[in-house]
């Protein structure tokens, strides 16, 4: 199939999934409880909307991360920085409990940018053709980093509050008012769009960089920057959501190459149907429970991700 | 014309290139020679502005390459340099295309295109246009890559031991197509390990050792026997071919 059908063919798939998912829930249109209307504008379409930005965004950002380290095994979410980004949001809380929202999404996206940086500056030391030490020095920091927020929380009582972002990300607190931030993240991955090109070519290297007389530094530091503001703002609106900045651009690039201008489009539409997916399949597996979207990520990314290891010895044997 | 003056290098204190005044004549093929560690591809780097220069000034075509805005000068020099083996995924055309960012930003023109297709044609890529990069063998992406500086179509291109991986006929065929770009008007400075190129294509040949330029001049005033068997520390005799030296070193 030539490529360039892939992204309509995925935008017809996650039109799909948005119909379903604005009309399956606990609660039934029919029932009369609220007006079919409220729930509708209130609660499915904002849920609908909170799982397809979380997916879109949380791929772009995995696709930026690999070309800026250039390396395909690392993600935001493997790298420290959602851990990074929770730390912010433990010390603002603590020392100043009664900022405004925006002050505290400000030091979160600020806290997920310094642990980005600091992952950077990490793998900086490490060997290039050690393909696997950079995903570990990321597990490492985010262990680190993980370790210190749970130990501080525990210390001042707010275990129960950080869990919400440390554990794995779900949908069904999304209610109208609680997710806009999420429209930030959907606007930085449109952001990494517009400069495709330029991650592309970083992707070549910092030498051929400046040879095209791009300043990889500069590259460098707006990539880093849409990685904080994605990460952040999905941590703190939905929490946080393994392997789709992993597996998605791990496939499309498979198929389609780092031609980002082409491949970013069909990326994002697949971290949307990704995630999208899991959460309606989270809506109905116990209906009229709910498993949360994020343990379902996770169950399906790491069947996938082995699968991509297990293909990818396959194609280099 | 490129002209080098005071420039050196050091890392950690160990001096890698010595303060270096030297000028590179326009419309020319300059050959840059000498042993392992000589310094051959760090002054290269310090010209083309990959590695900022610690001390003293590089003006290429006069813009002074360490305050000259980086897109101005990727349309007066391309560089290739010696890492081109860790592959993207693009595809050869999308990788030739990349070469036009400096004139065009993503957004090619009719005079864009054109220029890819000439340099695909040009290295014999347009088979493998449409294949990824980490699909190809050695020398097949280093043509790739040589496609895409060629693409850039600048008044100047360096190029770092563009001949690695690169068999005989491809080697030659390559050397043909600078003195091609030189009959154009346009310069280049290549670094060589295989002397008998720089006898055989270089108009100018400049000799480094220990991060010095110990000589320069014609391939006949350089790439003598004496000189070159001091240069590389073993015994080298040179014939003459036609109007061009022959480096011998399987003496008898």
Not at chain 1, 123 to 141: C, D, Q, S, T
Not at chain 1, 164 to 181: K, N, P, T
Request: net charge neutral; with cysteine; proline share 5%.
């Amino acid at each position: 199939m030539p490529t360039r059908l892939l992204w309509p063919l995925a935008a017809a798939v996650l039109g799909l999934l948005a119909i379903a998912s604005l009309m399956i829930g606990a609660a039934s249109f029919e029932s009369g409880q609220t007006s079919a209307e409220t729930l509708l504008w209130v609660s499915r379409v904002p849920r609908t909307a909170a799982a397809i930005l979380t997916g879109a965004a949380l791929a772009v950002s995995g696709v930026v991360m690999q070309q800026i380290v250039r390396n395909r095994f690392v993600e935001p979410a493997t790298a420290g920085t959602p851990e990074a980004a929770a730390a912010g949001l433990l010390a603002v809380t603590l020392i100043a409990p009664g900022a405004p929202i925006w002050v505290k999404m400000a030091v979160a996206a600020l806290a997920a940018l310094g642990g980005a940086v600091l992952f950077a500056a990490l793998i900086r030391r490490l060997p290039a053709r050690e393909v696997f030490l950079v995903p570990l020095a990321g597990l490492i920091l985010a262990g680190v980093i993980g370790a210190g927020v749970t130990f501080v929380a525990w210390e001042t009582d707010l275990l129960q509050y950080v869990s919400v972002w440390l554990m794995s990300g779900e949908f069904s607190g999304v209610i109208a008012g609680r997710y806009e931030l999420l429209w930030i993240a959907g606007a930085a991955a449109a952001l990494a769009w517009f400069a495709a090109d330029r991650f592309a070519i970083l992707g070549l290297g910092p030498e051929a960089a400046t040879a095209l007389g791009l300043n990889p530094r500069a590259v460098l530091r707006l990539g880093l920057g849409v990685v904080a503001l994605v990460t952040a703002m999905v941590v703190v609106s939905v929490g946080m959501f393994p392997f789709v900045g992993l597996i998605l651009p791990n496939l499309v690039t498979r198929v389609m190459g780092d031609n980002l201008r082409a491949a970013l489009p069909v990326v994002a539409l697949g971290g949307a149907i990704f995630v999208l997916g899991c959460d309606i399949l989270g809506r109905v597996l116990i209906h009229p429970y709910e498993i949360p979207a994020g343990t379902i990520v996770g169950v399906l990314g790491a069947l996938a991700f082995l699968w991509l290891l297990w293909r990818g010895d396959r194609d280099a044997g | 014309m490129i002209e080098i003056s005071g420039l050196s290098h050091s890392i950690r204190g160990t001096q890698i290139l010595a303060p270096t005044t030297l000028t590179l004549p326009a419309g020319q093929i300059t050959a840059l020679i000498g042993p392992n560690g000589a310094g051959k591809s760090t002054l290269s780097r310090l010209i083309a502005r990959i590695e900022a220069p610690p001390a003293g000034t590089v003006r290429v075509n006069g813009l002074d390459v360490a305050t000259t805005h980086g897109g101005r000068l990727a349309r007066e020099l391309a560089f290739m340099g010696q890492h081109t083996g860790l592959a993207s995924r693009l595809r050869v055309g999308e990788l030739v295309a990349f070469g036009r960012w400096p004139h065009c930003h993503g957004r090619p023109g009719a005079a864009d295109r054109a220029a890819v297709a000439q340099a695909l044609q040009d290295f014999e890529l347009e088979p493998l246009a449409k294949r990824f990069l980490d699909t190809l063998s050695g020398g097949q992406a280093q043509r790739a890559h040589l496609a895409m500086a060629a693409a850039q179509e600048t008044p100047w291109l360096i190029l770092d031991e563009p001949l690695n991986n690169l068999d005989l006929a491809h080697a030659r065929a390559l050397m043909a197509y600078l003195a091609r770009l030189r009959d154009g008007g346009r310069s280049v400075l290549i670094v060589l390990h295989d002397l008998n190129f720089a006898a055989g294509w270089a108009d100018h040949v400049v000799a480094m050792k220990g991060g010095a330029v110990v000589a320069e001049g014609t391939p006949h005033e350089v790439l003598t026997a004496p000189a070159l068997s001091a240069l590389y520390e073993t015994e080298i005799a040179v014939a003459t071919h036609g109007e061009r030296p022959l480096v011998l070193h399987h003496l008898p």
